[in-house]
């Protein structure tokens, strides 16, 4: 079993071997993750309690429930909450996908498609290929995804290639356990993301050098490409009046990993900069995901279904503008044209989730959209839980669009960063909130505890 609240995942964190597909190879999820803290690689843990809350608010009498396998789902169920083993391939769970919604629908053919999905990050390739190659079109009316990966992003190769975490706080015991998800292969990106110092060129990640692991990772990096082309052959195949809605919601102005850089020793970096040769420099992401593969390779550049959201990738499953769409799907009639920025000035952000004690860290932040700049802007740093007294408060340093502040070194712990611009473009301020965790050397012994 699974448990998704804060004890199992948080023990996962500690001893990354209980996720070990080749030792646990069934895992059975028993519902969605809820929001919580772990002193590990993760930080804050974003949960869907907020989700579920919206859907509530804006429609009564909802009736949820969450699908466990080989148990019949009650004919008055209106939401099916899905887990899946995340470590297993997106073929995987979209397979399980097909008989949960089998066990929703029943078996009688439904006569209208009438079956809306909310995808977040790797959950929206599962529908993409239920919808594709497993013929979940026929009963899909709309797919709504959350900072999806659908093309990618150079976050999965970087945790391949190191493990998460930052500097000497890497985390090689996960990074073991990792290398052995088909999942994490499939979230490589799909796009050439490597630039080749050499050559002067771009390049896909499959043609970088060999080293002791190339054979492993081009073997299951090829499976995970061989995923995205089935998805964008069989949408290909859906006939014109079979293709549901599909409204990807994107972070935007986040400092992102998005860049692979192979320099002409061998060695390689991966970077939080926008590769010129892609196009939308500047547009950034979500802390995890890059804005351009937030979008499916079906959509091409029907800019009128994307929708740009402030949230950064944990936060961005729970944003409030969903309501709308979803009560479009009922009849009320709401614009549902989406547009490239988020409908107001945000703040992108530029932090590390995890630091280690002891050292001073830089904290930086962007004032968006490129027409708006601050006067000021102010931070505050306090403890999770809240002290009586914040641990640091003062003013970042920079003007109009770019500020910049050199946070103290502090104690292992959990702290929240508050962020404050003001007189602002349009609105008088705007906020922004993250979470930093701080960790210290026992605490990396004890992530270490798999080998790497």
Known sequence: MWEPAGRGLAAAMIRPSTLDLNRFPELEPTGLIHTFSVFG????????????????????????????QGTPVPADTDVLLFPYDFRRSVRDAAEQLVRAVRAALGDETPSRRRVIVLAHSMGGLVARYWIGPLGGWRVCRALLTLGTPHRGAPKAFEWLLRGPGV????????????????????????????????????????????????????????????????????????????????????????????????????????????????????????GTVPVLSAIPRELGETRSVWRAVRDRHGPIANTPSLAEQLRSYSGEAVPTRGGETPDRPWLGLDLEEIVPAGAEFEIGLTVHPDNAGAAAVRLSLTTVPPSAQPVFVGPMSGVDRTWA????????????????????????????????????????AVFAEAPS
């Open 41 to 68: 690689p993760m930080a804050t843990i974003y949960g869907y309690d907020v989700l579920h809350q919206l859907l509530t608010d804006n429609f009564r009498g909802v009736v949820t429930r969450t699908y466990r």
């Open 167 to 286: 500097g000497p706080l890497r985390h090689p015991g996960l990074r073991a356990v990792l290398r052995e998800w088909p999942s994490m292969y499939e979230l490589l990106p799909q796009y050439p993301a490597v630039w080749d110092e050499s050559t002067g060129q771009e390049i896909e990640l499959t043609a970088l050098p060999p080293s002791k692991y190339a054979e492993k990772f081009s073997a299951m990096a090829a499976d995970g490409r061989r995923t995205h082309e089935d998805i964008a052959a069989a949408w290909s195949d859906i006939p014109p009046d079979g293709l549901p809605d599909v409204v990807p919601y994107f972070g935007r102005g986040h400092t992102t990993p998005n860049e692979v850089i192979l320099r002409s020793d061998g060695s390689v970096d991966v970077r939080k900069t926008d590769p010129p040769w892609r196009g939308n420099v500047g547009w950034a992401g979500d």
């Open 405 to 444: 502040a050199t946070l103290p070194p502090l104690p292992a712990g959990r702290y929240r960063v508050d962020f404050e611009a003001q007189r602002v473009v349009g609105p008088e301020s705007v906020f922004a909130r993250a979470d930093v965790v701080v960790l210290d050397a026992d605490a990396e």
